[in-house]
Each structure stands twice: as C-alpha cells, then as structure tokens.
C-alpha cells in the first residue's frame, strides 16, 4: 500500500518526507520536549495497566484514558504543525503545491 501511495504521489510529481528519508531539523529542546511528552504518555499507560492489575473503578480508569487520549492528540497537532511550518511549507516554496494534497491526508488522520 505504501507503494502505492509513493506511485500516485510520483505520477502527480510529488516527493513526501518519508520517501525520501527527509529529517526535519529539530533543536536538542525540541527533541528534549517531544520526549518528555512521550514519556508522560508512556508514564500514564503504565499507570492504567496498574489500575486494571488493582480492579480499580471503571470510571477512574476512563478518566484516565481520556487524559492519554488528549496528550496524544496535542502532541500530533504539534508535529503536524511543525510538519506544516517545516516540509510543507519547503516543498511550496519549491512551486510543489501537491504537497497540500498530502498534508490534508495527515489532518484528516488526526481527526
């Protein structure tokens, strides 16, 4: 499938990041930041293994997997906005206005 999209991508003269193991720049902060996020979400999905080991109450645990849920979510709007001030504003520059067709794709896949 990955494939495929990297085909129609092509035929519409269009290069993603990924295909073409493009790195986005990040500062040692930035980085330091997105860990640290990743780290709490990882943290609180420990901590829900731990409540279902200990039969706590459905609701605390509900409460809890939304939390996941939100972080989760913030921290995709923030790479996606990075991705959208970074690559996509790059391949624009560059006259691939394509590239918006692929970026939809992505909000989209956020919800």
Known sequence: MAEQKEEKMEEKGMECCHCHQKATPRSEKEKKQLQNRLSRMSGQLNGISRMLEENRYCGDILTQVAAVESALQAFGYAILKEHMETCV????????TAVVDEAVELVKKLK
């Open 89 to 96: 504003v790059e391949e624009i520059q560059k006259g691939n």
